[in-house]
């Protein structure tokens, strides 16, 4: 399996609301609780109605669209990683898995997956 290593650096806030958001950016995750509005972004992104962030995260997806069928797919990548001591933050869409770490885990997870028999490639342009 592949996961592809996407070149931006990533933040985790909490906004006021979505007003500010750039739905024209290439990344975002936006997650809304009764407790909440949660917003992952491009770090340059970020809008100025953040009431609380975290900065310093870098990404991968799964490459390719996941069957919903598919079982553990996540449970094995967060498990490869936290044997490994590397926290992830996880975000999942329609087709497929975003893997988050912590800038100064990143190579050390992909070193970790690869090890483990994943092709951790370049973002490839389509």
């Known amino acids: 399996m592949r996961v592809e290593k996407i070149d931006y650096d990533f933040s985790i806030c909490k906004v006021e609301d979505y007003s500010q958001v750039n739905f024209e950016s290439e990344y975002y995750f936006?997650?809304?609780t009764d407790e909440e509005n949660s917003l992952v972004c491009i770090t340059?992104?970020?809008?100025?109605?953040?009431?609380e962030r975290d900065d310093g995260w870098k990404a991968f997806r799964i490459q390719g669209t996941l069957d919903f069928s598919l079982i553990g797919?996540?449970?094995e990548i967060s498990t490869l990683l936290a044997e490994n001591e590397i926290g992830i933050?996880?975000?999942s869409t329609y087709n497929t898995d975003y893997i988050l770490t912590?800038?100064?885990?990143?190579?050390?997870?992909?070193?970790v997956l690869c090890d483990a028999g994943y092709d951790t490639s370049?973002?490839?342009e389509i």
């Open 30 to 32: 936006i997650g809304r």
């Open 73 to 75: 797919i996540l449970s």
């Open 102 to 111: 912590k800038s100064d885990n990143y190579d050390k997870a992909l070193k």
């Open 44 to 51: 340059e992104d970020a809008p100025g109605n953040v009431t």
């Open 122 to 124: 370049e973002r490839r």
């Open 89 to 91: 933050f996880a975000v």
